[in-house]
Nanobody, 121 residues
């Protein structure tokens, strides 16, 4: 079974930084696209970023472009999201997900449990 465990969330002031991690198991991580998704209370899921299996192609939502950076370490089966210049509107539950492209997978079994990011002064 796909298992994805996010970590690194927390409370940060506007302008601050956080680095999220996602430990993956139960599938061949090095063969999979990976995606970060976020969801604020009362709102639908928002695609944040995706990365191809080799880690050399990345895509970002316009709302985070230039501030966030997705990366992966296939040897460690770990996905990362470096978040800089954080804004209050970045506040959300952040999920990593196994995907088949640069998009949110429909199957929630391919999502982790999420880690909370709160940006507030």
């Amino acid at each position: 079974q796909v298992q994805l465990v996010e970590s690194g969330g927390g409370l940060v002031q506007p302008g601050g930084s956080l680095r999220l991690s996602c430990a993956a198991s139960g599938f061949t991580f090095s063969n999979s696209y990976m995606t970060w998704v976020r969801q604020a209370p009362g709102k639908g899921p928002e695609w944040v970023s995706s990365i191809n299996s080799g880690g050399d192609v990345t895509r970002y939502a316009d709302s985070v472009k230039g501030r966030f950076a997705i990366s992966r370490d296939n040897a460690k089966n770990t996905l990362y999201l470096q978040m800089n210049s954080l804004k209050p509107e970045d506040t959300a539950l952040y999920y990593c997900a196994r995907s088949s492209g640069f998009f949110i997978p429909n199957d929630r079994n391919y999502w982790g449990q999420g880690t909370q990011v709160t940006v507030s002064s």
